[in-house]
T-cell receptor
Framework: GAGVSQSPSNKVTEKGKDVELRCDPI?????LYWYRQRLGQGLEFLIY????????KSGLPSDRFSAERTGESVSTLTIQRTQQEDSAVYLC????????????FGSGTRLTVV | LAKTTQPISMDSYEGQEVNITCSHN???????ITWYQQFPSQGPRFIIQ???TKVTNEVASLFIPADRKSSTLSLPRVSLSDTAVYYCLVAPDTGRRALTFGSGTRLQVQP
């Protein structure tokens, strides 16, 4: 596609439920990243994919968070047993292997845990 | 990765030039300086990147002194639509890594 697409754009869930967030990267972009942004804060790195492998998952805050990617395509971020502190905007970005200027972000999924 | 320091917020008026300075005292030889812009309810987007001296594109200019320990993003004649958060990032331009974003500088442009 023309840009990075994320779905849903908004998600309200009850505490304790599982949620799945989806990211469709730009076609041909081999690298994919997930970030979390709390209200008024900067971006917090979660996980990085190169192809369908995850060489850096150091930012995942707990074992309730997991992510997978199918080939060099769609990625899903799953949060199990959601907590109120999980409320944030979850942003996905994709890029070619090289180049700091080539990161393209989606508009994010706003997750609210009530 | 080099740590960056930039002002938390800045205010300006339409038509003025805005300069946002970022400090990066421990920048490495192979690090590049990259600026991203984030509007409300959107992901960040690339503005400009440089290694040394001056870089200019249709959106902004980036000034980098010889010691490269700081850089200044210059936005000429800002408009209301330039109200956004601006992030300064310093890292090698070799991909295979995640960008590290600080809290950025929140620019508010008034009429």
């Amino acid at each position: 596609g023309a840009g990075v697409s994320q779905s849903p754009s908004n998600k309200v869930t009850e505490k304790g439920k599982d949620v799945e967030l989806r990211c469709d990267p730009i076609s041909g972009h081999t690298a994919l990243y997930w970030y979390r942004q709390r209200l008024g804060q900067g971006l917090e790195f979660l996980i990085y994919f190169q192809g369908n492998s995850a060489p850096d998952k150091s930012g995942l805050p707990s074992d309730r968070f997991s992510a997978e990617r199918t080939g060099e395509s769609v990625s899903t971020l799953t949060i199990q047993r959601t907590q109120q502190e999980d409320s944030a905007v979850y942003l996905c970005a994709s890029s070619l292997v090289r180049g700091l200027e080539g990161y393209t972000f989606g508009s994010g999924t706003r997750l609210t845990v009530v | 990765l080099a740590k960056t320091t930039q002002p938390i917020s800045m205010d300006s008026y339409e038509g003025q030039e805005v300069n946002i300075t970022c400090s990066h005292n421990n920048i490495a030889t192979n690090d590049y300086i990259t600026w991203y812009q984030q509007f409300p309810s959107q992901g960040p987007r690339f503005i400009i990147q440089g290694y040394k001296t001056k870089v200019t594109n249709e959106v902004a200019s980036l000034f980098i002194p010889a010691d490269r320990k700081s850089s200044t993003l210059s936005l000429p004649r800002v408009s209301l639509s330039d109200t956004a958060v601006y992030y300064c990032l310093v890292a090698p331009d070799t991909g295979r890594r995640a960008l590290t974003f600080g809290s950025g500088t929140r620019l508010q442009v008034q009429p």
